[in-house]
């Protein structure tokens, strides 16, 4: 979905407390001293992209550089950092919002971002290859051609319409995050 300003998809933040003055970067994360929360191993923006790109850009490596703690998720991570039992870790834009706002207990005051990764697509609306090509498209008009602005689903999800993405340009940096990862498709993996 796309948002009326034009934003789509969600970003990796790194994210620390506000009070945790040792933290100023990723960089930072190196130190011996600082416990590091992970989602879990599945998740794009909790575990396998900062993998990546904190290597990457950072040259601060998961589990040679600090040791991978992970949480069980994206909120589990926030409330973690909040209650101390973690000093820092990769969340999920959305996922750190929708913690914080719906939880009153926390503050987008307590916490603080080091740094954000240029957007991820969110996960797609796709459709199987082998429907009928009528079906194909009444769902591609569906979602293509509707106005969602003003309605119940643009205020709960902020999106107001949806465009077409091309796999190779939207999906890029995810596919070469999943190569450093290690991560291989094949179709007998797919199929499972």
Not at 5 to 30: K, N, P, W
Not at 46 to 53: E, M, T, V, Y
Not at 60 to 76: L, P, R
Request: net charge negative; proline share 5%.
């Amino acid at each position: 979905g796309i948002a009326p300003d034009g934003a789509f998809g969600y970003r990796l933040f790194a994210t620390t407390r506000a009070d945790a003055d040792e933290i100023q970067s990723v960089e930072d994360f190196a130190d011996d001293d600082v416990r590091m929360a992970h989602a879990e191993p599945a998740s794009n923006s909790g575990h396998q992209a900062p993998s990546a790109l904190f290597d990457q850009y950072f040259d601060v490596t998961a589990e040679e550089d600090y040791e991978v703690n992970f949480s069980g998720g994206h909120s589990q991570t926030t409330r973690g950092i909040a209650a101390g039992d973690y000093d820092a870790g990769p969340i999920c834009s959305t996922c750190f919002m929708d913690t914080v706002e719906g939880d009153s207990n926390l503050s987008f005051d307590d916490f603080k971002v080091v740094w954000a990764s240029d957007p991820f697509p969110n996960g797609p609306v796709a459709y199987r290859y082998n429907l009928h090509p009528d079906i194909q498209e009444g769902i591609r008009a569906a979602w293509l051609d509707s106005d969602f602005a003003g309605t119940a689903y643009a205020e709960r999800t902020g999106y107001e319409e949806y465009v077409p993405i091309e796999y190779r340009r939207h999906w890029y940096n995810i596919m070469v995050i999943q190569r450093y990862n290690g991560v291989e498709y094949t179709q007998g993996s797919l199929s499972e």
